[in-house]
């Protein structure tokens, strides 16, 4: 969307840099974005209130109740009777937590393979056929996309509304407040976004290195605190509560809350607790005692709703910026291979050869396709194009399952030799079920606006599926079998059981993604979607997750503990150890079954949300 307009356009129509002040004012040229809004909003609803009582969606209906109703029922019964916590540690982790969250955003940008010229103002097809070309001005669509995410900060307030009340000093000012720095932190998540992408290579490559050496620093630390505030010979798990206990003392420290001032306002506003309490100013804890409470809140809450305003508009200046640097940066790339390729023309016979030469993921396509059944050999196109996705952002998938092996491993630092390596496997199976799937999102996940394509594909239901879960599948199972490996290596567990760990966890890692797939399927969503669908889908996932690691290991238990009582004493170490594997491998057979059925009852034109 271009931001500059012709000179022979009506007076009526906006100018690029339209002041704040002609948001309070507008013209006409805006009538096609408010058109746009109002019915983009009665459509929502609409098509809410339609799912709801649909038979077609009926599952989803019933666990969205369902989970809002116990999730209010615990609200109300088992957080009501828990001790309030001091309100002023509430607001360090509003505030401190939020910036972490920011941290982590910031380097995850910084690793991440963007291209250059990705506009990271997103226009759908609707936006397209109706703002396309108008005289909109760019700083209209920044904001506008920006607050697109205020309906989720809303569900998200709602939420955590649930769980802080007994803290809060008034609940008002609590949803109020954590409503306002979730916006806040939105803001600050796109404003990093917008400076990140303007970055040149040379300059992020130095990020690279610098962020990836704080982080270090910052991770050792919290290491050494965690080790030095665990009496020794604690066991596993004391040392994950004083983990927490250190990344919230963290989060409270004097640096991180010097770089969140601009959550603040908005996190005191939320707990109750002034901002000033920490200054030490002669008499100001005597003035603020003197200012009626509400007169204080208020305060606060314009205080929040400046400082979202400022981030508002640095936000579009962010984007100014790096518009500017990017159409740069590609200019001068431009002009760097015109200058190749009119003076070498080794440089063009080059670029032609490495285009036409195959790669190393094709020359592996190719084999693959050999070695399957004619009415399979399709799958290799689906894992040559997952391979290629996971080259491009192999820093990414390293980083994202280097971490949860160092967390998984951690345990054996401990004295406890048995439970350490009950604390190992939890943490392979943890990281399997919840860090996994979000880390390689190249499945139907990544596929909804190419369905009709994928749809059209020469294979079968079984073959499409098997294709398109194989390479994260494959992946995760190669997490599994090293963090495992090298955790037996220093725990020297019985060889029984190393031998059903090696053999029963790839089947946790093809449920997981079986389970992930199938319901996306069953209740597609775009990969930007914001909204209380989107929030209430997250929440339902990561409650049958949590389920799952309850309930299994209680099954397996329960399962040996009957084969010891039925059956003779030579016959329980194979039966337990054949039916376990059984068992787990006929959950993951169910999930893929599922999927396929997913699969086939999945109509793109129907079940293909709209943007």
Known sequence: MSSSFSSTAPSNFPTPDRATTDWFDPDRSLDGLKFLARTQVRFRITRFWNRLFSPRQAIASVLS??????YLLAGITLLSRREANDPEQLRLWLSGGMILYALYHAVKQLWSQTNTDMDLVTLTEPDRLWLGGGPIAR???VLREATSAIPSSMAKTVLLGVVLWRDAVSLVSLLLGVCLALVALELLRRLISHLIAALSPNVRRYARATSLLVGLAILMQLGIQTWQSTPPGSDPLQYVLSGMSEIGHYAGSTAIQSMAFALLPAASLASGEAITSDLAIPGIHQLIATIPVWLVQGLLAIFAVAVIAGLAECLVWADRWSS?????????????????RTSDDAFRDGMRHKAMSPTRIQRFGDWLA??????????????????????????NVVVSFAIPMALSLSPLLTDQSTKQWVFVIGGIALSSLLLAPPALQIDFRRDLKRMFLVRSLPLGDVAMCVGMLSVPVAITILFQWTT??????IASPPGWQTLWLFLALPSLAVATFAIENALFLAFPHHVHAQGIAMVIR?????????????????????????????????MVGPVAFTGSLTAVWGVAGLAGWTLVRCWRRFDPLLDTPPE
């Open 370 to 395: 050999r070695l399957l059944p004619d009415s399979y050999q399709g799958m290799s196109g689906l894992v040559v194009r997952q391979l290629q996705c996971v080259r491009r952002y192999a820093a």
């Open 65 to 70: 109740v369902t989970f809002v109703g116990l």
């Open 538 to 570: 997250a929440k339902v996932t990561f409650l049958w997750k949590g389920m799952m690691l309850a309930i299994a290991p209680m099954a397996l238990v329960t399962f040996a503990m009957l084969c010891e009582r039925v059956l003779p004493p030579k």
């Open 324 to 340: 500017d640097r990017q159409l740069a940066y590609e200019q001068r790339r431009l002009k760097v291979l015109q200058q190749r």
């Open 139 to 141: 700083r209209t669509l």
């Open 484 to 489: 495992l490996g090298l955790g037996t290596l």
